[in-house]
C-alpha cells in the first residue's frame, strides 16, 4: 500500500492463489530457471550463512493491500510479491484475498479494491500456504517492513499458520542509510520509486508496489557494491536488525503508515 493518492484503477480479475509471471514487462528479460538455487542459497534466507554473495541471494519483495493500518483488526485484501535473484526476476506472487470484512470507502476509493472484487476472492487459509511456499528459501523484503510483517503474522495466528522464520530486510531502513536526504525529500516509496526510475511506479495496488520495491532493492544493492558490500551480512548491518534471523520485530499501531 502506498502513500499517495490515485484515481482508482480499472478492476482486473482475481487470479489464483500464487499465479506467477515468470518475465514481467518491466524486468530485464527472461528470467532463469529457478529451481537451480544452491544449498548455500537455500541456507543464507534462514540466517545460517550470511556470506552469499548478494548476486546469488534470493529476496522476495512483498507488498499488502489492506483494509486499513492495525494489524489486528483489519485485514488483508491483496497480497503481491516479486522473487528476485541477482538481477533477474524469478517469478511473481499476485492474487486478491476475501478479508471477511466489508472494504471501507476510503480504501476503495485509494486503491480501487471494493467488495465486489475481493467476493470470490480465495480465503487467507488458502493464500497464505501458497505464499510461504513462493518465499520459501528467500529473504524477505518490504518498504516499512513492520506494516507488511505485522499483518502477515496476524494473518498467520488468525488462520493457525506458524510463521517462517526469514530473514527480513526492509528498503525504507536501508534506503535512510543509502540516500542521502540532500536526493531525497522523504523516504516514502513514490518518492524513492522516483529518484531511481523504478518503470513500475507505486500506484495502491500489491502488484505495482511489489514491483516498485523490488526495482528500488536492486538500485539499494547496486549501491552497496560500489560501497564495497557484496554479502548478505553487509546488507544486514546496513539496517536496524543485522543480528536478529527470525521475523522482525512489529508493534502494531506505532507504524508510521504502510510505506513509511
Not at 116 to 133: G, I, K, Q, S, W
Request: with cysteine.
Amino acid at each position: 500500500m502506498s502513500s499517495h493518492a490515485s484515481g482508482p484503477p480499472a478492476p482486473v480479475p482475481v487470479p489464483r492463489p500464487g499465479s506467477y509471471d515468470v518475465a514481467p514487462p518491466w524486468s530485464d528479460g527472461p528470467a532463469p530457471d529457478s529451481t537451480e538455487p544452491t544449498h548455500a542459497v537455500r541456507n543464507a534466507s534462514a540466517g545460517r550463512n550470511r556470506g552469499i554473495p548478494l548476486d546469488h541471494q534470493i529476496f522476495v519483495v512483498v507488498d499488502l493491500e489492506t483494509t486499513g493500518l492495525d494489524a489486528e483488526r483489519d485485514r488483508i485484501t491483496e497480497i503481491a510479491a516479486v522473487r528476485l535473484r541477482g538481477g533477474d526476476v524469478l517469478g511473481e506472487f499476485a492474487t486478491l484475498v476475501t478479508p471477511g470484512v466489508p472494504v471501507p470507502a476510503f480504501i476503495t476509493t485509494l486503491t480501487g479494491i471494493s467488495d465486489a472484487m475481493v467476493m470470490h476472492a480465495p480465503p487467507l487459509r488458502d493464500v497464505l500456504p501458497a505464499f510461504h511456499e513462493f518465499a520459501r528459501d528467500a529473504v524477505l523484503v518490504a518498504h516499512n517492513a513492520p506494516f507488511d510483517i505485522g499483518f502477515l503474522r496476524a494473518a498467520c495466528a488468525s488462520c493457525g499458520e506458524p510463521w517462517p522464520h526469514l530473514v527480513v530486510v526492509d528498503t525504507l531502513e536501508l534506503a535512510r542509510t543509502l540516500v542521502s536526504r540532500g536526493e531525497v525529500a522523504n523516504y516514502k516509496l513514490p518518492t524513492l520509486a522516483q529518484l531511481f526510475d523504478s518503470p513500475a511506479p507505486s500506484a495502491h495496488r500489491a502488484t505495482a508496489d511489489a514491483r516498485a520495491t523490488a526495482h528500488i532493492l536492486r538500485a539499494l544493492i547496486a549501491r552497496l557494491r560500489r560501497a564495497g558490500v557484496h554479502d548478505l551480512s553487509g546488507l544486514l548491518r546496513c539496517t536496524a536488525h543485522p543480528s536478529d534471523p527470525g521475523p522482525v520485530g512489529t508493534a502494531t499501531g506505532t507504524s508510521p503508515g504502510p510505506n513509511g
